[in-house]
């Protein structure tokens, strides 16, 4: 599963944050807990998370035992493991931490929680999340708008081959590298080597031109695939090829005319400088 890290906050304090759909779970960065309940900064609330970890490690307390870990965007911004807790392990982790802040951030899990389950209701709630998430990374208005519109397209997308009767995950994934491959001629994980990725998410890893044709095969799969009346996984791997190369026909005549290769190896952070005019 891709990653989708998010910042959220409390009071003043900045929690990484990510949301897990296979479980429907929130797991959240325990240090950056630690830091709000504490007045500390990140040293400080790491400092703080050591000391009690071992304690608690001593009593044998599960939150120990069962505390999982993360590859998360560090505050130098590269990727780090991250001891992250699902909201109720972060419950039981605020009983052992005295804190005047107990009671406010329970109430901010809990609110957290509700969002999640009122975006399934209301689709204009991801979008507007979606793009306050992007704004804090430092994105241009221009990616952002990009990056918004190609979260519809893979929606209608994802729609048009559970119409199809796809709906393992394994063969989502088989059928997005199938995509990736026809259109961009590389592999999804080829093309995240080429960036320099693990688990981030491609598409918030992609130049503007990128995403307009990653959007291009999409649509095109969609519009394939709606005019068929079959179903099953060769109908749809069929209308996946065609819809990937018609976006790798693009592709090919850009460059015939621009003289310039579309595929890139800039990563979001290299992307954000672009955008931003920092050399």
């Known amino acids: 599963m891709e990653q989708n890290n998010e910042l959220k906050l409390f009071e003043d304090k900045k929690i990484r944050a990510e949301w897990n759909d296979e479980q429907g779970k929130w797991y959240f960065s325990v240090v950056d807990i630690i830091a709000a309940l504490t007045d500390n900064d990140y040293q400080g609330g790491r400092k703080y998370w050591k000391t009690l970890k071992m304690r608690l490690n001593k009593e044998g307390s599960e939150l120990v035992t069962n505390c999982y870990q993360l590859k998360m965007e560090a505050y130098d911004g590269k990727l780090r493991d991250t001891d992250v807790m699902t909201t109720e392990q972060i419950l039981r982790l605020i009983q052992s931490i005295p804190s005047k802040k107990a009671e406010p951030l329970k109430l901010w899990l809990a609110q957290v929680g509700k969002e999640r389950i009122d975006e399934a209701y209301d689709p204009e709630i991801t979008i507007n999340r979606a793009l306050d998430t992007y704004r804090k990374k430092g994105y241009s208005e221009e990616w952002i708008n990009q990056r918004l519109k190609t979260i519809d397209i893979r929606k209608e997308f994802t729609d048009e081959l559970k119409e199809k009767g796809i709906n393992a995950s394994k063969d989502f994934a088989i059928l997005t590298n199938i995509l990736t491959q026809a259109w961009s001629g590389y592999s999804v994980k080829e093309y995240k080597n080429l960036k320099g990725?693990?688990?981030?998410?491609?598409?918030?890893?992609?130049?503007?031109?990128?995403?307009?044709?990653?959007?291009?095969?999409?649509?095109?799969?969609?519009?394939?695939?709606?005019?068929?009346?079959?179903?099953?996984?060769?109908?749809?791997?069929?209308?996946?090829?065609?819809?990937?190369?018609?976006?790798?026909?693009?592709?090919?005549?850009?460059?015939?005319?621009?003289?310039?290769?579309?595929?890139?190896?800039k990563n979001a952070k290299e992307i954000r400088k672009l955008n931003s005019g920092e050399q």
């Open 197 to 265: 990725l693990k688990k981030e998410n491609l598409r918030d890893n992609m130049t503007n031109m990128e995403l307009v044709l990653n959007m291009l095969a999409e649509t095109s799969s969609t519009e394939i695939s709606k005019s068929k009346n079959r179903k099953g996984f060769k109908e749809a791997e069929d209308s996946v090829k065609k819809g990937g190369n018609i976006a790798k026909n693009a592709k090919e005549q850009l460059e015939k005319e621009t003289g310039k290769k579309v595929i890139s190896d």
